[in-house]
């Protein structure tokens, strides 16, 4: 976006030296009229622009300010924890009174994952909460992983193994399978590689007991921001999402929940039949499901807190996941179930943020066009001015996340250096690509049609499941 | 529902500004977090507001002297308005052009309704709600920087009573409009929730200041202070990054302005904003300010011949914040303002700066908070400092005696003097002159249409709705000798003209202006109204080959 608008800008300035020429060898009159503001030929004579002209100034002005507003109020969502002090500070988890009546179920759903396994139950089992249990949900054709979660249980009386005997396996029917067996009044679902501090369970209960919530969505943070230029950026929007987003969309009673660190009480998500075995991004949904009938979800994020994860291996699979959440998304969009919101203002902004990965495609697609059209065209000043308005708007979330990215660095006493502000500001515009590109993918996979869906569900399923589980740390 | 968790406790939050309401006295009463809905702070304000407005209002368009700088500056908000683009000379990049952008929005609706109003007696009346704005932002900011709610009425009346403030807060000076911008600044810096967004307003209410006149750069630094001062830890570097990003970038779109006419760097055959800045970076200096015989002492006098009290005072006060910060709750949370007048202050005593006469207009909002500030932290002195529990009634009763007659003085000194200014301010008519010139120009000449007159800025658009052609039939004086656009149009000099009005400003500057100064030579008073060096002569160009470039 950046380097079209700059061109753009030294065309026109060509354009107009040529203009200005044409227009001193025509004139007769005052030359100061000549050379009087072009904002005037907006203002004053719109009459005089060719009809085609107007036509394209009016698109151009049109586009502009869509992209403005929507990157202004993606902004001021991203921004919203920091609104004011008591904003931040209520978006921590408070203290823990000592006392515990809630019992936990906590979901472990493992697939081909026995080298992790282990160390996670363990350390699971390190809470200082004294009432849970240990469901690990394994695959009946995974003898490794099953196991290892044998080996567990036979020395734990916590931990109980169930086996997923699905023939086309996922994340969703995996937990569905598990939760008949759940005897604690609270699921929650942790992923195989999760590092969980012992102490969550504890401050998870005090939430549960004093907010009356149905679901606890806790922090999740992808923590190795120093592996790449991506995984600096990926690293950065959980910072962001988990830090602040989530929490507006949790105040304005509109939430698509984490896939993991997530709470729900077990009687409420068997009244809501469980997860959606045929959606992409189920954690989604099922936050979207509950929060459209009016359960009370709560957020908490503390950086010690926050379950830590790792971004995706390769850029290729960061794409893969991107595109996967956000066909998901759109799923979720189609579902409907938002529709049942009673806001007006909650359904906006449901539509806005399922909608984002379509969104995300026609910027992706409508900046580079705008910029053309800007560029080939010379428009008058004013309307000039207006295609520089989402460049602002770029500009002061860099600033944000540049001043964002410092934050993180303090509160998980990592060293940020100046290579890393530089990788985030640079890295910026190819990531963006990276999101359009996912976005663009997602739509095309979602538009080859339903006939397709069931035809990728047959075919690569039992690949497709692994491989999500492996990636999975949904938004 | 859904909702976030509550708030941890407020212990957590701290209160970020180190003076907690122990460490202040009683009559300190903390601001209310909605000043709105306090209904003494709304009578107070209120009152002073009317009686503000009653005093600026009151007589403004026939006093002070119309001033050549409020000609030039309604005429292009009226350029503006006729579509004729920033100006109806070249735009030159003089200054941005917000200012008399703002102007044009104001006036759009008076104007549209009967056009010969857009004269600079008729639309001085649009300064009033400038001023009416201001004043309530005074008010507001003084609550907000935990002044007691008598102090910000006194800072409130200081600002919009001084004899000062009522001669110059009635001309039409960009000067005016950017204060308003930037009182707003420090009005959302100081923001009682500390709220990201209202930093962010105060980055773009600054800019816009800064847009409206550039002078008001060198206020930034104490906005920055302010903003330091009242942000909360966990909170501040998104606030204050968040409000440079805003100010920077609202800020860049001057040059950038600059940028798409291809004007931005000079150039032959066209203005550049280079140009402009560098014009203004290198006005002749006036002098050093203290010394007799200078231009600068001559402004400084003119400033302290309306009021000491305001200028004098309150450069004491903001000396005295700065010299008791480590003591003084007042002086730290007044850290802002007092900065400003000590910067404005610094500023005004280069040894030879330019320094215009409207100089003063910027720091009159910070002078009268600090000198409230600073009489508020004198009556704390002297009726609460030292103050032990079972003090003796005599003891109290004595304080109390002394601040009655600190206040009567201070009363018997300031109140005569205002008086006597603001009463001349309401009743005497400088304009006369200019209104029967006006007159004259506009029902003696036969032809306007086809007559050419060099007149002042003031006078020019009354000649302008009297039927002038703007631009090369009524003609700013100075564009006869400055701008190649007008020479051009006068191969044969002043030959070309068929009058002068000889205003005090036109006499003054024709020293430097050879047509100008030719054409009053070779002219003739056919009219004179006033007298002294005050007078205005419509003087008709003697020779009668008349013809030129028409």
Redesign the interface.
């Known amino acids: 976006m950046g380097e079209s608008v700059t061109l753009n800008l030294k065309v026109r300035k060509h354009a107009l030296h040529r203009k200005r020429l044409r227009a001193s060898q025509i004139t007769h009159s005052l030359c100061a009229v000549t050379r009087r503001s072009r904002l005037s030929a907006v203002s004053g004579g719109i009459g005089d622009l060719g009809g085609d002209l107007l036509l394209t100034s009016v698109f151009i002005a049109a586009v502009s300010l869509a992209l403005f507003w929507m990157a202004a109020f993606t902004l001021w969502w991203q921004m919203h924890a920091w609104r004011t002090p008591e904003v931040l500070a209520s978006t921590r988890f408070s203290r823990p009174d000592g006392a515990e009546q809630v019992s936990f179920s906590l979901l472990l759903p493992a697939r081909h994952e026995q080298a992790v396994l282990d160390h996670t139950i363990q350390r699971l089992l390190e809470s200082t909460h004294t009432d849970f249990e240990i469901i690990v949900i394994v695959g009946h054709d995974d003898p490794e992983t099953t196991a290892v979660a044998e080996r567990a249980a036979a020395r734990d009386p916590r931990v109980r193994v169930v086996v997923d005997t699905h023939e086309k396996k996922n994340k969703p029917k995996a937990m569905n399978t598990a939760l008949p067996h759940c005897r604690g009044a609270v699921v929650g679902v942790f992923d195989a590689e999760d590092q969980v501090h012992p102490e969550l369970l504890a401050h998870v209960d005090h939430a549960f007991r004093t907010t009356g919530a149905d679901v606890v969505q806790g922090g999740v943070q992808l923590i190795n921001f120093h592996s790449s230029w991506y995984s600096l950026r990926n690293c950065l929007e959980y910072f962001f999402w988990f830090r602040s987003r989530l929490h507006l969309h949790a105040q304005k009673g509109f939430i698509p929940l984490g896939g993991n660190t997530v709470f729900v009480r077990t009687d409420v998500l068997r009244e809501a039949d469980g997860w959606d075995p045929n959606c992409l991004a189920e954690d989604c949904d099922l936050g979207v499901r509950l929060s459209s009938v009016g359960k009370k979800v709560v957020v908490a994020y503390d950086s010690d807190m926050v379950t830590r994860e790792e971004t995706p291996g390769s850029l290729m699979s960061l794409l893969k996941q991107r595109t996967r959440w956000n066909q998901g998304f759109l799923q979720v969009y189609r579902k409907q179930d938002w529709r049942q919101l009673p806001g007006l203002g909650q359904r906006l902004l449901a539509r806005y943020t399922l909608m984002t990965p379509f969104l995300q495609a026609f910027s992706g697609v409508i900046i580079p066009l705008n910029a053309a059209i800007a560029l080939f065209l010379d428009v008058p000043v004013g309307i000039a001015f207006l295609t520089f308005l989402p460049l602002v708007t770029a500009a002061v979330t860099f600033v944000f996340e540049v001043v964002g990215l410092h934050d993180f660095g303090k509160q998980y006493g990592l060293r940020v250096r100046l290579t890393h502000y530089v990788k985030l500001v640079v890295g910026g515009p190819f990531y963006q690509v990276l999101l359009a590109g996912a976005a663009v993918r997602a739509v095309w996979r979602e538009q080859r049609g339903r006939n397709d869906w069931e035809l990728t569900t047959h075919v690569g399923a039992h690949l497709a499941a692994a491989e999500t589980i492996r990636e999975d740390v949904p938004a | 529902?859904?909702?976030?968790?509550?708030?941890?406790?407020t212990s957590?939050?701290p209160a970020?500004r180190r003076p907690a309401p122990e460490v202040r006295s009683a009559d300190r009463t903390p601001p209310p977090a909605r000043l709105r809905s306090s209904r003494l702070d709304l009578l107070l304000c209120g009152a002073l507001l009317a009686a503000i407005l009653v005093v600026q209002g009151w007589n403004i368009s026939a006093y002070p002297t119309l001033s050549d700088d409020e000609g030039t500056y309604l005429a292009q908000a009226w350029a503006?308005q006729?579509?004729?683009?920033?100006a109806?000379?070249?735009?030159w990049y003089d200054h941005p052009p917000l200012g008399w952008l703002q102007l044009a929005l104001l006036t759009w609706i008076p104007s549209a309704l009967d056009p010969g109003a857009m004269t600079v007696g008729t639309m001085r009346l649009a300064m009033l709600l400038i001023s009416a704005v201001s004043a309530v932002l005074v008010y507001v900011l003084g609550r907000r920087l935990s002044l007691p709610r008598w102090a910000a009425g006194l800072a409130m009346a200081l600002f919009g009573l001084s004899p000062l403030s009522v001669v110059l807060q009635r001309e039409i000076f960009l000067d005016n409009i950017a204060v308003m911008w930037l009182l707003l600044a420090f009005c959302l810096a100081a923001s009682p929730?500390?709220?990201?967004?209202h930093h962010f307003g105060a980055g773009l209410a600054a800019a816009a200041g800064v847009l409206t006149k550039e002078t008001m750069l060198v206020v930034l630094p104490a906005l920055l202070v302010t903003m330091w001062r009242h942000s909360?830890r966990?909170?501040r570097?998104?606030?204050l990054?968040?409000a440079v990003?805003?100010c920077a970038?609202a800020g860049f779109?001057y040059p950038?302005?600059a940028?798409?006419?291809?004007e931005l760097l000079p150039g032959s055959?066209?203005?550049s904003l280079w140009d402009g800045v560098t014009y203004q970076m290198t006005r002749p200096g006036s002098g050093f300010i203290l010394d007799r015989g200078t231009g600068s002492y001559g402004v400084l006098q003119s400033w302290l011949y309306y009021d000491r009290v305001l200028p004098l005072g309150g450069l004491v006060g903001a000396l005295l914040l700065l010299a008791t910060w480590r003591w003084s709750v007042t002086a730290r949370a007044l850290a802002g303002p007092a900065l400003t007048v000590a910067i404005l202050a610094a500023l005004a005593l280069r040894p030879n700066g330019y320094l215009p006469a409207m100089y003063v207009i910027q720091a009159l909002p910070f002078l009268a908070l600090v000198l409230a500030a600073g009489t508020a932290s004198a009556a704390h002195a002297v009726l609460r400092r030292w103050r032990a529990e079972g003090e003796r009634r005599l003891v109290t009763g004595g304080r109390y005696a002394l601040a009655a007659v600190l206040a009567v003085a201070a009363g018997a000194y300031v109140v005569p003097r205002w008086y006597d200014g603001d009463r001349t301010a309401v009743t005497a008519d400088a304009n006369a002159p200019y209104r029967a010139a006006a007159t004259w120009l506009g029902s003696e000449v036969e032809n306007p249409g086809d007559t050419r007159v060099l007149v002042d800025d003031a006078l020019w658009l009354d000649l302008v709705h009297a039927g002038y052609r703007p631009?090369?039939g009524a003609i700013w004086f100075y564009k006869a000798d400055l701008?190649?656009?007008v020479t051009?149009t006068m191969p044969h000099g002043w030959r070309d003209l068929d009058y002068v009005v000889a205003s005090p400003t036109v006499r003054r500057d024709a020293v430097d202006l050879p047509n100008v100064k030719a054409a009053i030579e070779h002219s003739a008073p056919v009219a004179t109204f006033g007298t002294g060096p005050d007078r205005i002569e419509i003087r008709r160009i003697q020779q009668a080959a008349v013809g030129g470039a028409r």
Do not use: C, E, I, N
């Open positions: 529902m859904t909702s976030t968790l509550p708030a941890v406790t957590t939050v970020q503006v006729q579509g004729k683009g920033l109806h000379y070249t735009y929730s500390r709220h990201l967004w909360h966990d909170t570097k998104f606030a990054t968040g990003t805003a970038l779109s950038l302005f940028l798409l006419k291809g055959g066209h203005v631009g090369l701008d190649p656009a051009k």
